[in-house]
């Protein structure tokens, strides 16, 4: 188990499960991925929680208000969240 600090910026795959993260910058240059993610609801400021990871990682179950979200882990690689209390 890892201590968590709040305000410390990591991505979206070396975050703990079940913990709940403020999605704090999206580093993507690809628009069609980057309006994938805005039409899930993964914003700036939204609010997230990581719930599964498939056993060999590369499928993560996020999530983003009431839905219940599947990313790749490279997408995952690419959102930069911080910790804090909801």
Do not use: W
Not at 53 to 69: C, D, F, H, M, R
């Amino acid at each position: 188990m890892y201590l968590i600090i709040m305000g410390t910026k990591m991505t979206l795959d070396k975050c703990q499960y079940n913990h709940t993260y403020k999605v704090a910058a999206i580093n993507l240059n690809n628009a069609a991925i980057k309006d994938r993610f805005t039409s899930l609801g993964i914003i700036v400021g939204a609010d997230l929680t990581l719930l599964y990871a498939s056993p060999n990682k590369a499928t993560l179950s996020i999530q983003v208000g009431q839905a219940l979200i599947a990313l790749r882990l490279e997408e995952a690689k690419h959102i930069k969240v911080e910790a804090h209390k909801v």
